[in-house]
């Protein structure tokens, strides 16, 4: 690859190549923070299926050590969101020695809140937010559960905002660090935000899970303890390796939700929600 560079999130390395400059560029802009590995975990590869789509109306592959074949190229002006998408899929495809859970997490005295839902549950924007409060932001697409010793550890990725909450967040973090607009996504208008220097500081301190939580936007307020049979089943439906981890991962998953309380809340604001986590917590 022409263009290259690399960065550690918390403890994976990742090593990303691509055929353009601007990818590579806008990974610098917003990663300047983070170190970089010796050794990197995972390759992403950003690439042009043929030469001239380098030039001609460039479109982006997303490849590396692991790949879908049939996945569809984005524009390069997506490039960023395509650089995202690669290192998702190398964890997705090939992450073994944790457990990934599709979920946001946030951490204070020690104790890790780990958020998860569908699509436009809000988990995104209820990470930023209490980052803004103070709590250490843990991840926004991934959490990662040690099998071994049942802690979390931290994947603070960019946080990637989507539509309706990019001027919540904007209005709410004006010191925050933003990345570009980028706008005509498979998911809408989309805008990352660099988590905080506290969150980059402290990306190798683990935390101990302390409260499981399942998020729903959009709804009027109410909360009910979620009993640990179906945490169990949410939160296979939330791991990405839970399968390929086979025993490590049923110990992991059992020893979690048996530990660990779980909540739903539906919320029909940012405050609420805000309010609810901060008490439940």
């Known amino acids: 690859m022409r263009h290259v560079t690399s960065l550690r999130i918390g403890p994976v390395g990742f090593r990303i190549g ?3 400059r ?4 806008a990974l610098d802009d917003l990663y300047r923070d983070y170190p970089r590995p010796e050794v990197p975990d995972f390759n992403v590869h950003l690439f042009a299926a043929r030469p001239w789509r380098k030039y001609l109306r460039p479109s982006v592959h997303i490849g590396g050590d692991f790949v879908i074949p049939d996945a569809a190229p984005l524009p390069l002006a997506q490039g960023l969101l395509a650089a995202e998408m690669g290192m998702n899929l190398q964890m997705a495809l090939g992450q073994r020695g944790y457990l990934l859970l599709h979920a946001s997490g946030v951490e204070r005295d020690g104790r890790a809140v780990l958020m998860t839902g569908i699509s436009g549950a809000g988990k995104s924007t209820l990470a930023a937010l209490l980052m803004a409060r103070g709590w250490r932001l843990m991840g926004d697409e991934f ?3 040690d099998p071994a010793t049942g802690m979390a550890h931290a994947f603070p990725r960019l946080i990637s905002l989507k539509n309706e909450a990019i001027p919540v967040a904007e209005a709410l973090l004006p010191g925050a660090r933003f990345g570009p607009l980028l ?13 905080d220097a506290r969150a980059i500081a402290a990306m190798a301190e683990p935390a101990a899970p302390a409260l499981i939580l399942f998020p729903r936007f959009g709804f009027a307020p109410a909360e009910r303890p979620v009993p640990p049979s179906e945490a169990f089943v949410r939160l296979t439906q939330a791991s990405t390796n839970y399968v390929n981890l086979a025993e490590r991962g049923f110990e992991a998953l059992t020893r ?13 604001d940012t405050e609420t929600a805000l309010a609810m986590v901060e008490r439940l917590a």
């Open 183 to 195: 706008e005509g996504t498979p998911k809408g208008t989309l805008r990352h935000i660099v988590p």
């Open 256 to 268: 979690l939700v048996a530990s660990v309380p779980s909540h739903a809340i539906d919320y029909p």
């Open 22 to 25: 601007a990818p590579v560029a």
């Open 143 to 145: 959490v990662l559960v």
């Open 18 to 20: 691509s055929d353009w």
